[in-house]
């Protein structure tokens, strides 16, 4: 989720994921993620959002072209502290594109066990939608925060107790700065 340029695909191809589902709901950068992996069987493409609803369109908050980010902190949520955390990131005034969120749960996605989640403080509403599909999920990494860089997004405690809740213990977690990834996992997974 959050899928940007699909930088991630090759080390998921060198460990021979059999199925790659791809979310990203910027139409520029999907046409792009189309243009490299549109051709591969293996590899399932979504322009869309995804949130704790279905069938809403919202505004989403992009870096202004020429960014040294390359649209990588693009949000549904408005900026706050980032902006004073990554001064080089500069993002439009007015958001330019309304973008579809739907549930993860809406896609029906069977033949996936592990999830990736970069949505710029938005990942808690995504796993909200996403309750039917955890149940076959195995490990999850997702991005936190740690102040509120974008209006109302998720902090860290509160992403973490959420995953704990739904059966996954925190395994690794690494930093930069305000933000970082954790991994989540099923117990049985851990050895």
């Known amino acids: 989720m959050g899928a940007h340029h699909g930088w991630e695909v090759p080390a998921y191809d060198l460990l021979n994921v059999d199925n790659i589902h791809l979310f990203e709901p910027q139409s520029d950068i999907f046409q792009l993620l189309r243009g490299k992996y549109g051709y591969k069987k293996h590899i399932h493409l979504f322009n869309s959002a995804l949130g704790a609803t279905d069938g809403v369109t919202l505004p989403i908050h992009r870096e202004e072209e020429g960014s040294p980010n ?3 902190s693009a949000s549904l949520l408005k900026p706050k502290k980032h902006l004073a955390d990554f ?3 500069k993002f439009e005034a ?8 739907n549930t993860l749960d809406s896609y029906q996605i069977k033949n996936a066990d592990f999830l990736v989640i970069d949505t710029q403080g938005y990942e808690l509403e995504v796993l909200k939608g996403a309750q039917q599909t955890l149940t076959h999920i195995k490990w ?6 740690e102040n509120e860089a974008y209006e109302k997004c998720v902090l860290e405690a509160d992403i973490e107790n959420f995953v704990a809740e739904q059966g996954f213990q925190l395994v690794l977690k690494s930093f930069l700065g305000p933000t970082g990834d ?5 117990p049985e997974c851990i050895r």
């Open 182 to 186: 954790c991994l989540a996992v099923r």
């Open 87 to 89: 001064p080089g990131v």
């Open 94 to 101: 007015t958001p330019s594109e309304q973008v579809e969120v």
């Open 140 to 145: 999850i990494i997702f991005e936190y925060w």
């Open 70 to 72: 390359l649209s990588g």
